[in-house]
């Protein structure tokens, strides 16, 4: 199944019950905060350090080679995808960071294997 392009979708994974929540959980708790995209975010990032509140991820726009959306967050074979300076990139766990390094030319390629929140395990 390929991903439909939009980088203004969001994930979130709910350290509570220690799973992702989808979509559609995701999304009425959002809109009965906020009617704007830029609310939903100080929603979060207002309580970072509120273990009860979902940490979001926000979609790269992105497809891996099985069309499988890539969010930040998520961990392929060449890194974590992370944002930072104000863009999306790689980081390959050493000194090198990839800014700007999500293409689509290039992620096709990859496979994500698992996400930072649900498979710590990845980036030990």
């Avoid at 995209?37 to 991820?57: T, W």
């Avoid at 930072?84 to 496979?111: E, F, I, N, Q």
Wanted: proline share 6%; net charge negative.
């Amino acid at each position: 199944m390929a991903c439909k392009p939009n980088r203004f979708r969001f994930r979130a994974w709910d350290a509570k019950s220690g799973r992702m929540m989808s979509r559609d959980e995701l999304e009425p708790q959002l809109i009965a905060h906020t009617a704007t995209p830029v609310g939903c975010v100080e929603l979060f990032v207002d309580h970072p350090l509120d273990r009860e509140m979902p940490i979001l991820m926000q979609s790269t726009g992105l497809a891996d080679s099985k069309g499988v959306e890539i969010f930040e967050g998520d961990v392929c074979e060449h890194g974590v995808v992370v944002w930072k300076d104000g863009a999306m990139g790689l980081d390959t766990g050493s000194a090198t960071y990839v800014p700007g390094g999500l293409r689509a030319d290039r992620t096709r390629h990859w496979t994500i294997i698992g996400n930072i929140h649900g498979n710590p395990e990845l980036v030990q």
